[in-house]
């Protein structure tokens, strides 16, 4: 079983480049989600999503895009990486065909911006 | 802003001892759900409560819920080395998950 796979699981960006991280996941899940991971922090919610084809901000959206074009993949986009951006970024999976659901992560990709 | 807050921040304790964490939230809540996360690893669901559930309990896991209070206690008992981990609460309000800043527990055999 596979669940989330989330491609890379490092990299090192210059700022101003450009870059896009990768997530897929196989469990059929409707909500998808993007959480940035600074030390000392918490996961604090990027970008999230119920379907295909819909999108929603969290908690620290400014800098990053997304995208939801099939049920199982939802990259994350830095347009202009900056310094700020340097974290290790989660992104997860839930069902919400149930009441209630949990999440399920992936192994995480750390990103730094020099 | 974080929509948690775990305390304490840092927690060690001996091999058999239980182990205490306690989270605060903001907002009306769905559900209270705790994650656990290995250095360096994703998190790990460990145990959900519901918001008309104020007691639930999994093999050595106690999680309790006063959302008069908007808290949520976790209790970990005859902790393990293996315990050792950070661990997270999650409220999540519609789908709209935040978590807190974890206790970072360490357990000494």
């Known amino acids: 079983n596979a669940g989330v796979t989330q491609t890379p699981k490092f990299q090192v960006l210059k700022t101003g480049q450009s870059m896009t991280l990768q997530c897929a996941q196989d469990?059929?899940?409707?909500?998808m989600s993007w959480y940035r991971q600074d030390p000392g922090m918490g996961l604090r919610l990027i970008h999230y999503?119920?379907?295909?084809?819909?999108?929603d901000q969290g908690e620290v959206p400014n800098g990053y895009n997304v995208s939801r074009s099939t049920t199982e993949d939802f990259p994350l986009r830095l347009l202009s990486a900056a310094p700020s951006q340097t974290s290790v970024y989660f992104c997860?999976?839930?069902?919400?065909?149930?009441?209630?659901?949990?999440?399920?992560f992936g192994e995480g990709s750390r990103l730094t911006v020099l | 802003s974080q929509q948690g807050e775990e305390d304490p921040q840092a927690l060690s304790i001996q091999e058999g001892e239980n182990a205490t964490m306690n989270c605060s939230y903001k907002?009306?809540?769905?559900?209270l759900q705790w994650y656990r996360q290995n250095s360096g690893r994703g998190l790990v669901h460990l145990i959900l409560?519901?918001?008309?559930?104020r007691e639930k309990h999994s093999g050595r896991l106690r999680v309790t819920l006063d959302t008069s209070k908007k808290s949520s206690s976790l209790l970990i008992t005859a902790s393990r080395a293996a315990d050792t981990a950070s661990y997270f609460c999650?409220?999540?309000?519609?789908?709209?998950?935040?978590f807190g800043a974890g206790t970072r527990l360490t357990v000494k055999p």
């Open positions: 997860a999976s839930m069902g919400l065909a149930g009441a209630v659901g949990e999440l399920f």
């Open positions: 469990m059929n899940h409707e909500y």
């Open positions: 999503s119920v379907g295909a084809g819909i999108t």
């Open positions: 907002t009306s809540i769905n559900n």
């Open positions: 409560i519901r918001s008309n559930e």
């Open positions: 999650a409220s999540d309000n519609n789908n709209d998950m935040r």
